[in-house]
Structure formats: structure tokens, C-alpha cells
């Protein structure tokens, strides 16, 4: 409707991603010293995490670079104190993320079933 090409513009943004994404798999390989198909088994869900935590809302539509951040600094924030702390386990940081992911969620729940009611 704009006068946007929409298949080239959906071709330049796999293209883009797939050239990001290898260049970002490089430099983890080339950090850890090594190569391993399982190797960032789980990041997904760190990724997912990040950007609910800043207001990106599952169902699409809302959410922006900014907020997605804060949940980036918020959750590093947090693996840090769990990490440096020493005296709790590693699992301690995946539990605490996932109970803040579930609080998360339930807040944008309740924020958009208000927002419905309006």
C-alpha cells in the first residue's frame, strides 16, 4: 500500500539476519576457543526473557529497541549478583529469570486485559 517492494524488503532482512547471525556465531566460537553444535543450547530462552522483561508483549505489536535493553541490563544485572555472590548455585539464576519471566507475563496479562476493558 505504501509502494514498498515487499518481497525485496523481506529478502534483505533474511539476508541481513542470516549474515548477523553467522558473524555472531563466529565470535562466540572464537570467545570460547572452540566449536559445538550444542554449544548455546539455550539462549533462546535468554533471548526471549530479555525482551518480555522489557515490555516486548508476546502477542506482537508492542515493544521497542529500548525496552528490550532494559531487559537485557536487568537480567545481566541479575546473573551477575547470582554469579558473584558465590555461595549459591548456577541454577539459582536460571530459576530467579524464570520466575521474573513468569511475573513479567502476568503483568502484561493483566495491563492488557485492562486495556480491553476500556
Given amino acids: ?4 517492494n515487499v518481497r525485496q524488503v523481506k529478502l534483505k ?3 541481513l539476519d542470516g549474515f548477523l547471525c553467522g558473524v555472531g556465531g563466529i565470535l562466540f ?3 570460547t576457543l572452540g566449536g559445538f553444535v550444542e554449544q548455546a543450547k539455550g539462549f533462546e530462552m535468554d533471548a526471549i526473557a530479555s525482551s518480555v522483561i522489557g515490555g ?6 508492542v515493544g521497542n529497541v529500548f525496552g528490550t535493553l532494559f531487559g537485557v541490563l536487568i537480567k545481566a544485572t541479575i546473573e551477575a549478583f547470582i554469579t558473584f555472590q558465590g555461595t549459591l548455585s548456577s541454577w539459582w539464576t536460571r530459576i530467579t529469570i524464570a520466575g521474573l519471566l513468569c511475573f513479567f507475563i502476568v503483568l502484561q496479562s493483566v495491563l492488557a486485559m485492562m486495556k480491553k476493558k476500556k
Avoid: E, K, R
Avoid at 500500500?1 to 514498498?4: A, I, P, Q
Avoid at 516486548?56 to 505489536?61: E, I, V
Fill in 1 to 4: 500500500m505504501l509502494g514498498l
Fill in 13 to 15: 532482512a533474511y539476508v
Fill in 29 to 31: 566460537c572464537l570467545n
Fill in 56 to 61: 516486548t508483549l508476546l502477542t506482537g505489536g
